[in-house]
C-alpha cells in the first residue's frame, strides 16, 4: 500500500525560508513522477513543482520559479520542496503526489497523479 507523508510545514515571516518533506512508503519513485501541490482558502489546487525520474527534470509553476526547488533523497525515498523568499500568497495546505508514470508537460494537473499525502500547512505572515 503506497502512503505518501508529508512533514515540515509551519508559519514564517515573509522572505523567510521553509522546507517541507514528503515520505514515499510502498512506493519507489525513481522511475516515475512526483509532485507537490498547493490549495489556500477558496482557491483551486495548483501544481506547484515536480521532479522526473532520476532527478534528471524539475518543472516549477511561474508563481514559485527562482525561489523554490524541489529534490529527491533516493536512500530516504524521499521528496523535498525548499522553499525560499516566501510571500503571504503562498500561504496554503502543501500536498505531496506520486504518479505511477513520468512526469510530462501535463506534470501540474492532479489528475495525473495516483497517490496523494495528507498535507501539510504552510502560514506566511507579512
Known amino acids: 500500500q503506497v502512503q505518501l507523508v508529508e512533514s515540515g510545514g509551519g508559519s514564517v515571516q515573509a522572505g523567510g525560508s521553509l522546507r517541507v518533506s514528503c515520505a514515499a512508503s510502498?512506493?519507489?519513485?525513481?522511475?516515475?513522477?512526483m509532485g507537490w501541490f498547493r490549495q489556500a482558502p477558496g482557491k483551486e489546487r495548483e501544481g506547484v513543482a515536480a521532479i522526473s525520474a532520476g532527478g534528471g527534470r524539475r518543472y516549477y509553476a511561474d508563481s514559485v520559479k527562482g525561489r523554490f526547488t524541489i529534490s529527491q533523497d533516493y536512500a530516504k525515498n524521499t521528496v523535498y520542496l525548499q522553499m525560499g523568499s516566501l510571500k503571504p500568497e503562498d500561504t496554503a495546505m502543501y500536498y505531496c503526489a506520486a504518479a505511477e508514470g513520468p512526469c510530462g508537460s501535463s506534470w501540474a494537473h492532479g489528475s495525473g497523479y495516483n497517490y496523494w499525502g495528507q498535507g501539510t500547512q504552510v502560514t506566511v505572515s507579512s
Open positions: 510502498g512506493y519507489r519513485y525513481s522511475s516515475k513522477c
